[in-house]
T-cell receptor
Framework: QQQVKQSPQSLIVQKGGISIINCAYENTAFDYFPWYQQFPGKGPALLIAIRPDVSEKKEGRFTISFNKSAKQFSLHIMDSQPGDSATYFCAAREGTPLVFGKGTRLSVIA | GAGVSQSPSNKVTEKGKDVELRCDPISGHTALYWYRQSLGQGLEFLIYFQGNSAPDKSGLPSDRFSAERTGGSVSTLTIQRTQQEDSAVYLC??????????????FGPGTRLTVT
């Protein structure tokens, strides 16, 4: 079964708007929640990550909000730019390999 | 420094042939992972090497898949008797330490495998 559920599958946002991508999980043993950004033809690159003892983490225009009781976490991209157009993956870790969501294709239009 | 490199970048093969995919991790990284990314899907874990320990092969989808890591550095993923459902992008990632003090995985650009 899918351990990390990501939504939406695709997202279109106007330049300057806020992009929000959500993920939900069931396994309470997960202890690390990264978000990866992937451009076509490239491997995923770590964007931002959070641990479950923190409810929010911000790095520049990117913010992770984490709700431990609801077992949900989300990525917010403020002031979205066309250069942010990419596929975003949430992930979670228990032990060693990461468990990934299915990805969200974000398109930021001018 | 150099990132994770993978070769070839693209591979087209006929059904039934064997293929080898190569990964060069970042120098000094002790942990190495292989993932598979199919169209419209997330990344699916295949195998994990940690230092000199036995690899975690729990994600390999069938016995046609195998991987080795020589000298704690370069890794080769081998797919025998390829099937069309093996068509995907195969991604390699490395991590500085295998223990819990370092979480970030650095991905290579992937090898796009097409089985005809």
């Amino acid at each position: 079964q899918q351990q990390v559920k990501q939504s939406p599958q695709s997202l279109i946002v106007q330049k300057g708007g806020i992009s929000i991508i959500n993920c939900a999980y069931e396994n309470t043993a997960f202890d690390y929640f990264p978000w990866y950004q992937q451009f076509p033809g490239k491997g995923p690159a770590l964007l931002i990550a959070i641990r479950p003892d923190v409810s929010e983490k911000k790095e520049g225009r990117f913010t992770i909000s984490f709700n431990k009781s609801a077992k949900q976490f989300s990525l917010h991209i403020m002031d979205s730019q066309p250069g942010d157009s990419a596929t975003y993956f949430c992930a979670a870790r228990e032990g060693t390999p990461l468990v990934f969501g299915k990805g969200t294709r974000l398109s930021v239009i001018a | 420094g150099a990132g994770v490199s993978q070769s070839p970048s693209n591979k087209v093969t006929e059904k039934g042939k064997d293929v080898e995919l190569r990964c060069d991790p970042i120098s000094g990284h002790t942990a190495l992972y292989w993932y598979r990314q199919s169209l419209g899907q997330g990344l699916e874990f295949l195998i994990y090497f940690q230092g000199n320990s036995a690899p975690d092969k729990s994600g390999l989808p069938s016995d046609r898949f195998s991987a080795e890591r020589t000298g704690g550095s370069v890794s080769t993923l081998t797919i025998q008797r390829t099937q069309q459902e093996d068509s995907a992008v195969y991604l390699c990632a490395s991590r500085l330490r295998w223990d819990s003090r370092s979480y970030e995985q650095y991905f290579g650009p992937g090898t796009r495998l097409t089985v005809t």
